[in-house]
């Protein structure tokens, strides 16, 4: 198996093979490290794009502009239109294809106009093992994986952004809002507004890896496993209670198993976990 510095090498590889080169930076960890990498080989040859949209938080919008501004990367920040499209709105298995579809077509006319090269992803190895029809989306726009394609785990990404002295390195994985409403409920502004709510009260009262999941009248809290015991509290409970009723669920749970990513993939039966959009 290759070891990190060859991983590290055939990245920027195969920045370099790309020219000109927009990557899709949404802020989190890997598109981060990306958007640093590209910038890093390529100069003013690179630009990070976006996607600003209800389903992106406002806390992980302000960060992910304040880190390119950080490191100096070139951003662009542009609306998406997935809200228009009814077959995202609908929110069945294919939902992340409509949304990656969405961007991807976005950032392929911006190619053309700005005269730019490719375009470019966070996807990693790891990703491969999950469910995720927005791959689906980057294959048929032709968009380039260069961390999956220089064999880069999620782990190796942290590692590497740690040595370059990134602050996002241990940034807690957050996933789109819209991934927190149960498959077959609409995704509608206000559920995802909630949604936000929800985890940022928890983030105030200290929990770090946090997921609110949206099951209609009940709220399914997900704590990172490290964190349950703070959780796992009579006068805590009363306070997650407190804050969800308010927010207008009418049941509040606590998930023993604690925080997983793609939990609500689930819900799903082996035929709807196909890669395909339908």
């Known amino acids: 198996m290759p070891d990190l510095a060859t991983k590290r090498?055939?990245?920027d590889k195969q920045l370099r093979s790309l020219g000109r080169t927009l990557v899709a930076y949404s802020g989190g960890v890997d598109s981060a490290f990306l958007a640093w990498s590209a910038h890093q080989l390529l100069g003013v040859?690179?630009?990070a794009v976006t996607a600003d949209s209800p389903s992106l938080a406002r806390a992980q919008l302000t960060d992910a502009v304040a880190f390119a501004n950080e490191e100096g990367i070139p951003l662009e920040v542009n609306a998406t239109g997935e809200f228009d499209r009814p077959e995202y709105v609908r929110n069945d298995a294919s939902r992340c294809f409509h949304c990656k579809d969405e961007l991807f077509t976005l950032m392929e006319d911006l190619r053309k106009q700005r005269n730019f090269d490719s375009i470019a992803y966070g996807v990693n190895m790891d990703d491969q093992s999950d469910f995720r029809p927005g791959q689906v989306a980057a294959e048929r726009h032709r968009v380039f994986a260069p961390l999956r394609d220089a064999g880069l785990t999620k782990q190796d990404i942290r590692e590497l952004a740690r040595e370059a002295g990134?602050?996002?390195?241990?940034?807690p994985a957050s996933?789109?809002?819209s991934?927190?409403?149960e498959y077959g409920r609409p995704v509608t502004r206000e559920a995802l507004a909630i949604v936000e709510q929800g985890e940022d009260a928890l983030r105030a009262l200290g929990f770090r890896q946090v997921r609110v999941r949206h099951h209609g009248e009940t709220?399914?809290?997900e704590i990172a496993?490290?964190?349950?015991?703070?959780?796992?509290?009579v006068a805590m409970a009363t306070e997650f209670t407190r804050i969800f009723k308010n927010l207008g669920f009418k049941f509040v749970t606590l998930d023993l198993e604690g925080f997983r990513s793609g939990s609500m993939?689930?819900?799903l039966s082996p035929s709807q976990l196909v890669r395909r959009a339908s």
């Open 9 to 11: 090498s055939a990245l």
């Open 225 to 233: 496993p490290e964190e349950m015991p703070k959780a796992l509290d």
């Open 166 to 171: 990134l602050r996002i390195w241990d940034k």
């Open 175 to 177: 996933a789109c809002l």
């Open 265 to 267: 993939n689930l819900l």
């Open 179 to 181: 991934s927190r409403v």
């Open 45 to 47: 040859d690179m630009l």
């Open 219 to 221: 709220v399914r809290i």
